[in-house]
């Protein structure tokens, strides 16, 4: 049995829907009935205007009677019907609110910064006697010199797990570069007993380097604690210059000037040593590079930006003459790759939207920035469509490119170069310079070349350390040395292995390897054990057939020796050298990481039958592969990125957010990736930092 309610608000829709004049007179009446009913039990007469669930809704003709009916029920019950708000007071509310809800949730996140900041001030802790080995506190001597060994650490005994740690496999790494650091993160912390080596106690993040020295980062933002990057792995750090490598005894010679000013000498030994050291720039034999700039650590980029504000504060001086302001305000870069390029944009940037805001005005007309390049083009190692757009942005610029030019000799207030002209001709040429940046190649470090001295034939690479295709330095014993980064190259010889392995395979079934001759099965076997060996060279081996077609020359079938000599050296001259780059580095250092994780535990469980020729790497883990991920430049308020086989784009303030978003993504910790954040946004606000200390 319907309610009141339910019966009233059925007989008003029944008169909606029938449209009956005579019907309002009742329903006027019942509305009154129940509106005393309602007040004698102090009920709201609003609760008659909420239907039931059983009332389907009116058409939009049927609410004509209806809305009169509530305003009538209004009239009675003495409310006054509601006003709605105008959209302007629902938009201040709505506001209002956001905003609010805004300000409360900083000022919480403000109270638990403080709360946990709190907790971060640490009373002074007793921690007692600390047990230190004596073998730590006097090392003995040995080795070919006779120097203190380090065969013990200072805090090896200060816990259970690290006196157990100092048991395990020696892992010595010399630098604290990015194939250091990405080998020290993928390296599983229970597995070996890690020391890290290096005279600079920081990693830095070289690709940022060039917007270091004009302020647009600062220095504090690029570095990263090298113990931080240790603490994971329980791992130690020895600041000192490593000298040399006694293969035989196992032994790092290192290097450190102590605090009485005197170079002391010592000796870490190891089971398995990774040199990182990077490499050094390479002069050309130029005269007179004492007058140049470097960048290649942090206090070449602090160096440089003190010259650079020295520069412009002197050419403000009324005592300066023109032509000497003209000379000051020249600024030169030798080298036309990514450094270079990036070095000359970043520099124009702050000259062009800095220094006009705080400077004269006087010296953005004097201001002039050369870029001197060896090669038809820059970026020559880029696509040559984002190359000539490179140059057709610094000419917008003006910013002058000189290229087919080499520089002959730098004096302090200029620098001697020679260019060819178009029709072949040499012409010298001198350019007034107040600062130039030395950017032209890399070479070997000092240590890298004791060693290629060292291990003679096996090492033929004037630029770098030669390796297999495992990254171990050729002329070592198999896995005990390993060398990744710019300090290294991996040597493709396939020819040269290969023909071993046929020579052995001919000796082992009693032929001559001269009267060997492989069918297309046996080709195809011998092309996987490249593949395998050799995992640069797969591109090279797609299509089998025609290549076996190709250099079949008597048509006999088969592939004879000399043939398939022919046939691997060819694949050999196609194989290009691995670039010098921050990303092979990080890539090499990732694949070392996870293949001494394997070797920790995979080898204890290998057969002889499973070690062929004494390879334990190669019977645990694959060879290194390279992937090529794209290259990246910033070139003044726009950027390139080469992805390589012909694809890439360039672009304009969204293409720097690219570039940026790429490197902000490779930073090593959270740290250095809040910095550079707020680095950036300092620059959009301030500006560049213009304070040179």
Known sequence: MPTQPDA??????????????????????SLRAYHRFNISRNRPFSS??????????????????????????????????PQRRSAFLNFAYRSAAILGTGV???????????????????ESVDFGDCHVSA?????RRGGPKNLPIIEALLDDDESENSMEEKYKPRLVILGSGWGSVALLKQLNPDDYHVTVISPKNYFLFTPMLPSATVGTLEFRSLVEPIRRVLSRVHGHYLRGTAEDVEFSHKLVEVSQINAQGKEVRFYVPYDKLVIGVGSSSNTHGVKGLENCHFLKDINDARKIRNQVMRNVELACLPTTEDSERRRLLSFVVS?????????????????????????????????????????????????????????????????????????????????????????????????????CLWSTGVSQAEI????????????????????????????????????????????????????????????????????????????RN?????????????????????????????????????????????????????????????????????????????????TRNDIINGDVDDACYKAFEYHHLGSLAYIGNSAVFDLGSGWGFTGGVWAVYAWR?????????????????????????????????
Not at 104 to 120: Q, R
Request: charged fraction near 25%; aromatic fraction near 8%; include cysteine.
């Open 8 to 29: 009233v608000v059925g007989l008003v829709l029944q008169v909606a829907r029938t449209r009956r004049p005579d019907a309002s007179k009742n329903i006027f009446a």
């Open 104 to 122: 409360g949730f900083v000022a919480v996140l403000f109270a638990a910064f403080f709360l946990y900041d709190s907790t971060t001030y640490k």
């Open 661 to 693: 978003s790429a490197y902000f993504a490779q930073s090593v910790g959270l740290r250095t990736k809040f910095l550079m954040m707020m680095d950036w946004l300092k620059r959009g606000l301030f500006g560049r930092d213009l304070v040179s200390f």
């Open 335 to 435: 080298g036309g790759g990514p450094t270079g390029v990036e070095f000359a944009a970043e520099l124009f940037d702050l000259l062009n939207e800095d220094l006009t805001r705080n400077f004269p005005r006087l010296l953005r007309n004097e201001i002039s920035v050369h870029i001197i390049q060896s090669r038809s083009h820059i970026l020559n190692t880029y696509d040559e469509a984002l190359s000539k757009y490179a140059e057709e942005r610094f000419a917008r610029d003006q910013v002058e490119v000189l290229t087919n030019s080499r520089v002959k000799e730098v004096k302090p207030d200029k620098i001697i170069f020679t260019q060819k002209a178009e029709d072949g001709s040499v012409i010298t040429k001198e350019l007034p310079m107040g600062f």
């Open 448 to 523: 890298c070349q004791r060693i290629a001295a060292k291990l003679g034939p096996a090492q033929n690479n004037r630029h770098a350390l030669e390796t297999d295709t495992h990254l171990r330095l050729n002329g070592t014993p198999l896995g005990d040395v390993y060398a990744i980064g710019d300090c290294a190259t991996v040597q493709n010889n396939s020819a040269d292995n290969i023909i071993s392995f046929l020579r052995g395979l001919a000796f082992k079934h009693g032929k001559d390897p001269e009267t060997l001759e492989l069918t297309f099965s046996e080709w």
């Open 48 to 81: 008659l205007l909420r239907p039931p669930p059983s009332i389907r809704p009116l058409k939009p003709k049927q609410n004509q009677l209806l809305v009169i009916s509530n305003q009538y029920a209004r009239t009675l019950s003495g409310q006054p019907l």
């Open 526 to 606: 011998v092309a996987n054990a490249v593949k395998r060996k050799f995992p640069q060279a797969v591109s090279h081996l797609r299509r089998l057939d025609k290549l076996f077609e190709a250099f079949d020359k008597d048509q006999s079938g088969t592939l004879d020796f000399g043939e398939l000599r022919e046939l691997l050296k060819q694949i050999d001259s196609k194989l290009t050298s691995l670039p010098a780059t921050a990303q092979r580095a990080n890539q090499q250092g990732i694949y070392l990481g996870h293949k001494f994780n394997k070797l920790a535990h995979c080898t204890p469980g290998l």
């Open 135 to 139: 073998v730590a506190l006097d090392p």
